[in-house]
């Protein structure tokens, strides 16, 4: 749960440059991504306890066995998207809410799906005293949003076994989808490329380890 009163002193926009500059030593260096990472604070994505690890460049516990992903995780992640402004973006695992806003921050129309009752409802008291308007759903990511389809990106923030063939039929022709797959501990991270309704181009970007994407029904807990 994020801290109630949502302030952004000095100090945290100091330890964010940080965080940033830090990032940018591991190869970041789309400046789209990187302005909005140092705008979005993330410190309002963590309870008030926590909020002293919230600018170190780790993953950290969000509860219901979820996390708010490593920074520069979310950075290469969002790099590899390639957003623009007024593109509509379908994100499967809301989770803190922390990467819906950086591609909102982008300019992004952000359309989200956590099928985690305690942390949509969490985001869901949090997403008005933030500055975005963020579309979220809860239910299941296997699934998307085919009422809002198409999409111009897609991205999922948990560890998918495979590629979800309802989600890529959700994305437009010239469109992007960015996903960890995996069935194991470690997954490859996976750009796919939409040419046409029958033909896709995948390249990988590299290992790296997520939380599962879970599966069927939302799950209450």
């Known amino acids: 749960m994020a801290p109630t009163q949502l302030s952004d002193t000095f100090r945290h926009k100091g330890l964010r440059q940080k965080l940033i500059d830090l990032i940018v030593s591991k190869g970041i260096s789309d400046k789209n991504v990187l302005d909005a990472m140092n705008i979005v604070p993330r410190h309002f994505f963590f309870d008030s306890s926590f909020l002293e690890f919230a600018y170190e460049d780790k993953a950290f516990p969000i509860g219901s066995g979820q996390t708010i992903s490593q920074p520069y995780t979310v950075a290469f992640q969002t790099e590899l998207l390639k957003v623009e402004k007024g ?115 995948t390249e990988t970007h590299g290992a790296f380890r997520f939380v599962p994407m879970l599966a069927d029904k939302a799950k209450d807990e």
């Open 87 to 201: 593109m509509r973006v379908l994100e499967v695992g809301t989770g803190s809410g922390y990467q819906a806003s950086v591609l909102a921050e982008m300019g992004a129309k952000v359309y989200t799906i956590e099928r985690q009752k305690l942390l949509y409802d969490n985001l869901k008291s949090l997403n008005p005293a933030l500055s975005y308007r963020i579309r979220l759903f809860y239910g299941d990511g296997y699934a998307g949003l085919p009422a809002y389809a198409p999409f111009d990106r897609i991205l999922i923030t948990a560890a998918a076994p495979f590629i979800p063939e309802a989600l890529v039929k959700q994305l437009k022709t010239g469109g992007i989808f960015v996903a960890p797959i995996g069935k194991n501990d470690i997954q490859i991270m996976t750009r796919i490329v939409k040419l046409s309704e029958t033909e896709i181009t």
